[in-house]
């Protein structure tokens, strides 16, 4: 298991851009699939963003396609969300999730395959 921390969000105006960083505790960092969800308010948790471990390969979903950018720094044990072009759509809480299963390489965008949650941090798109 890993601890999840989530830094970064804030309030912010439409077209402008913020940086989400997840940081984990744990000496095996570089295994674990990680994952960004949202949640808004009277909505379901939705998937935004994941990232394999060594490999980097990425996925998003299509309305944060061309906007939202995630990487990670092995070294450093932490995941980042860079948001451009934000929309106020994109208002909610944004919490990062951790799994190694087998699973988690080919079903990354369900939130069951993911073991380790953050508390999430909260992101506000005014218009």
């Known amino acids: 298991q890993v601890q999840l921390v989530e830094s970064g969000g804030g309030l912010v105006q439409a077209g402008g851009s913020l940086r989400l960083s997840c940081a984990a505790s744990g000496r095996t960092f570089s295994g674990y699939v990680m994952g960004w969800f949202r949640q808004a308010p009277g909505k379901e948790r939705e998937f935004v963003s994941s990232?394999?471990?060594?490999?980097?390969?990425?996925d998003y979903t299509d309305s944060v396609k061309g906007r939202f950018t995630i990487s990670r720094d092995n070294a450093q044990n932490t995941v980042y969300l860079q948001m451009s072009s934000l929309k106020p759509e994109d208002t909610a809480v944004y919490s990062c999730a951790a799994s190694n299963r087998f699973a988690a390489c080919t079903h990354h965008q369900s939130p069951a395959v993911y073991h380790d949650w953050g508390q999430g941090t909260q992101v506000t798109v005014s218009s």
């Open positions: 990232i394999t471990g060594n490999s980097g390969i990425t």
